[in-house]
């Protein structure tokens, strides 16, 4: 018996990395010092990477490995041609009788630890030089499933070892050069996880976009988790909020669920062993995972990014029979990891054209040029470099073209496919899981990929301007004045999480449920009295999969508001309850049965007058419930709840009791209550308004429109409409000076101070509170305050109130 070549993952770990490669280390890493903790991952065992030296030096491959490889840097040999003959050397070849011995005496002791004689096994491949800080070798090298008996085991292994060789691997290899021949591989073998009759998926414990630090991101699809990986199924998502995880009871903040059309399955007749099977109707509209898996795998990220001490990449599944999860193993992130925290490059697209396609967004860039569309791999010859590559999807092969490419759009796959993986590490933007871009957008059409916009990345027609911004965090200067952010739309919520923001000064829920909810909620009440059969088969459409209509409504709001409180976590976020027009209401699904037209809209049923009256009051109580849900359940007790457009006192006491009715009481459980100060009589009577409200925000938008009588959406009277009009500010002074004799915080969320630095030096003259800009405008005007404050004398360190805190 010679030296051993065969270890059980217990006896490895991050030490053993060049023994046993990356993923294999991280195995023994994890069953040897995270299983106490409750991960679990699937038992097994790794040959060394000696074993592999073994194996090529017994069947004289390195000459020949070699020779090829220096016929392809020569160009005398193609990429196909070189990996395809490399591989060869590998699948012809014999171990030695020492190897194949302690090989198979592994395989019987991993049979007899299970209780299963010829248990069924997953070979996977562990490259000695994988998963490396600045580079991931992920998904280049093979995985063999459902193996079973010595001798399958054997010649999997043998085909690992030539996976090594793939022509992604090679290119890769190339690009990052890395030395061919100095790079060794071990296998490692676990037991099977049936995941052919369960689930699997991908996870990340960063959202690999934005590099938004503390949220995992979980995909789902039924089956093997190939069609996750390689991008050939539109998964479910699931996002975790991870400094919450030990302190609330679900702090879930997206469910996004995905098409899942098909499903990875075992076939042991089929070459591969898998086959490719549509999925049913039922397995479409369910979610792969409940909230008790969501959390027990956003705790897996955490406890795996913790003991690492770095953001990470992991594959996991859930057997079918038994229903319990795994992990299958975990690498580090190297994109997002490999980006300063304070270095912030904004891409700013000057304006928008012809939406030719919208997809899942990869990376925050904006990219533009000739659509190069590359239907097969047989024609990847004729991509043009400096063109925008538009194709059905990628696979490894593509990197070479790929690498040239000025942006990336595919059909299919999502953020975790291999398009998206390639694009993260080339700094490409990418727009993937379009559907159907590759026949919609012509060969040689000027295009602009966009994803810069939020999680969604959208292909404009022609090459539209834009700027590139690179801005130092770390050089900004402090304020005594808060400055916080607007915010509006959960798709990018994440995208100024880097900003040094005091929190959120308005986020709008009808954004939200304009964009994501999308129907009435009072037609979600009574779907009995929505006429219009397309408005009822959209609404059927939206709730499925929910109990009923409120349902839907509730958990989709609630998320879409904690997906925009997260990046702000434990800084205060206002959220404004529903301040829609009638005529805007009227445009959600099923909106038009329960609106009536108004001459003035803008002056009409809108804000507070509709939480208590009959006509909306079901309607108001959903939204109260999902606040509820933010706050109680998520866990986002830093949410504020803002009323808008409140005309009287005795309104605001009807508005309150009202809420409080619907299990939001203003102090009960921490619970801040702020008004819109944003008509005359809540300045007139801003005394009495201050003892009901914990504070106030100024919306100079309907302040000005009230102040100076002019409609603010009449085109005719543009420039009439001004908020640094004497009488506006007048206004604006009065409201500072009554807030602060009554105690309470003033802001302001109106446009106003992004679109006019003037009046932002305005307001801290007169020493309002806090600031809430447009994210695009926070660099240019905390600079201006900055400026103010000195000129005026205030102490950036000793702010005089501390603001708005929850």
Known sequence: MGAPQVFRFEELGMADVARVGGKNASLGEMVRELTAQGVRVPGGFATSADTYRAYAAANGIGPALRERLEEHRAGRATLRETGAA????????????????QIRRAYRELCARTGRADLSVAVRSSATAEDLPDASFAGQQETYLHVVGEEQLLAACRRCYASLFTDRAISYRELKGFDHLTIALSVGVQKMVRADLGASGVMFSIDTESGFPHVAVISA??????????????????????????????????????????KLVRDPHAPAGTRLEETSSAERAAWVLDDADVLRLGRWAALVEAHYGRPMDMEWAKDGPTGELFLLQARPETVQAGRSATRFTIHHLQRKGRVLAVGSAVGDAVAGGPACVVRTAADIESFRDGAVLVTEMTDPDWVPVMKRAAGIVTDHGGPTSHAAIVSRELGLPAVVGTGDASRRVADGQELTVSCAEGDRGTVYEGRLPFTVEEVDLGALPGTRTAVMVNVASPAAAFRWWRLPADGVGLARMEFVVNNIVRAHPMALVHPERVADAGDRRRIAELTAGFPDGPEYFVQTLALGLAKLAAPYHPRPVVVRLSDFKTNEYAHLVGGAAFEEAEENPMLGFRGASRYYDPRYREGFALECRALRRVRERIGFDNVVVMVPFCRTVAEADRVLATMAEHG????????????MCEIPSNVVLAEQFATRFDGFSIGSNDLTQLVLGVDRDAEALRALFDERDEAVTRMISEAIRKAHAAGIPIGICGQGPSNHPDFAEFLVREGIDSISLNPDSFLRTVRRIAETEQRIGHDPARRRRATMES
């Open 664 to 675: 939001l009481e203003r102090g009960r459980h921490g619970l801040k209550v702020y008004m």
């Open 221 to 262: 699809a039924w089956g093997l988790g190939e069609t996750v990986v390689q991008g050939t199924v539109d998964p479910d998502k699931y996002l975790v909020f991870k400094p919450l995880l030990d302190v609330a009871e679900a702090p879930v903040v997206e469910r996004t669920r995905g098409a899942k059309l098909h």
């Open 86 to 101: 490399v591989r060869e050397l590998f699948l012809r070849g014999e171990f030695p009788e020492d190897t194949a011995r």
